[in-house]
């Protein structure tokens, strides 16, 4: 395979195209490449060097909020503020105690793993369903190709079409998403309390129901130091619940530093992302992050589920709480539709796109969600 850097100038970017395409048709996905027996990374995988000049977290001891989930029953209100203070000093925090079964976890990463890694020799079935499900996320708009696998699900309306969930994963799947569904609903009950707001407010924005499913494989990267297993974004929805194995990797930007994400069993991590940095107006914000190209034997899983505003015709508005408005807080942003959300471009590397599209410059909004 001929030397192709990132896609600078035409010639290299035809190239470099050329090879992405070959990869994507070929539906292999790193996991098959591997198994092919490379021992380099083709070149299409090379980051540009910007991307991978300060690939060392923090030498600070420094580590994302951790929330016991158990304590809400002593003080819900302490936990509803600790809530609010992750979210609006680092975007991030870690869930523990949250009532899911250690089972229930153990068993879900399990199956998305099988999906993943399953051999194409040892078992045809397997690997034909993982082909049909193959999906590289706008890698043609991207700078270079991620060291990942990863199957997109969308999970609402409940329950999907039974043949966009891969049969091998569909039971542990729908389970998933039911808990995090109920995890999600209590999670944004305390969020809506932190913020002197109802409890329901964003439950009756329709905010739990547009789910969409995440699984990520990162397998064994030989080279990681040239490559990103997902490269600097935030998320563009409203909040992620995820839910990562014991093989660390992500990092979450702080103080303009990067602090690695340890993984504690059982914990779920949640974010914020961009629709609700700006339901919020700024007081929760939305975080960049990334995740490493894996250097251990064992594969990365990770399972995020996103939440969107289920409500999404053109005529369903969101913006910053009135409740939240005021003359010294004036609102940021404008309103937005999710149709118009959704026809902005995405790829795997946007940062604050929708942050940007919606920030407002001068004082006060011209219109207000209700
Ligand atoms: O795989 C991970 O740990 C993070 C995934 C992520 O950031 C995303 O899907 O937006
Ligand atoms: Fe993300």
């Given amino acids: 395979m001929a030397i192709v850097s990132a896609p600078f100038g035409k010639e290299y970017c035809d190239e470099w195209v050329k090879q992405a395409k070959e990869y994507d048709q070929s539906k292999m996905g790193v996991k098959g490449l591997l198994d092919s027996g490379v021992t380099t990374i083709p070149s299409i995988f090379t980051h540009p060097s910007e991307d991978l000049n300060d690939l060392k977290p923090s030498s600070r001891n420094l580590e994302i909020p951790i929330i016991d989930l158990s304590m809400m029953i002593n003080d819900r209100l302490k936990i509803a503020h600790q809530i609010k203070e992750s ?30 890694e399953e051999p194409m020799i040892k078992d045809r079935y397997v690997w034909d369903e993982k082909v049909s499900y193959y999906s590289n996320f706008n890698i043609f708009k991207s700078k270079a190709v991620n060291w990942k696998d990863s199957l997109r699900v969308l999970t609402s309306p409940n ?32 969020m809506c309390e932190g913020l002197g707001v109802s409890s329901n407010r964003l439950k009756e924005l329709s905010c739990l129901q547009m789910r969409k499913l995440l699984c990520h494989s990162y397998p064994y990267c030989p080279q990681p130091d040239l490559t990103m297993g997902l490269p600097t974004h935030t998320d ?4 992620t619940l995820l839910l990562q194995n014991e093989v660390s990797g992500l990092q979450v930007k702080y103080d303009d530093e990067w602090v690695e994400v340890k993984p504690i069993p059982g914990a779920i991590i949640v974010n914020v992302g961009d629709l609700l940095q700006i339901i919020s107006n700024d007081q929760f914000k939305s975080v960049e992050h990334r995740v490493l190209a894996n250097p251990y034997k064992e594969p990365r899983i990770s399972v995020a589920v996103i939440f969107n505003p289920g ?17 010294e807080n004036p609102g940021l942003y404008r309103n937005f539709t999710i149709p118009e959300i959704l026809g902005h471009e995405q790829t795997d590397n946007c940062v604050k796109i929708i942050v940007d599209l919606c920030k407002i410059s001068g004082q006060g909004i011209e219109e207000i969600a209700n």
């Avoid at 609006?88 to 068993?107: A, K």
């Avoid at 563009?236 to 909040?239: A, E, I, M, Q, S």
């Avoid at 409500?311 to 003359?327: A, V």
């Fill in 87 to 116: 979210f609006s000093s680092w975007g991030f925090f870690q869930v523990i105690n949250h009532g899911i079964p250690i089972q229930v976890i153990e068993e879900t990463i399990k199956a998305f793993k099988c999906f993943h």
């Fill in 159 to 190: 329950p999907p079409e039974k043949e966009t969930i891969p049969n091998v994963c569909r039971k542990e799947l729908m389970a998933w998403d039911e808990y995090m569904k109920s995890l999600c609903e209590t999670l944004m009950e305390l």
């Fill in 236 to 239: 563009r929805g409203l909040l």
């Fill in 311 to 327: 409500k999404c015709d053109e005529s369903d508005y969101y913006g910053p709480l009135p409740e939240l408005l005021s003359q």
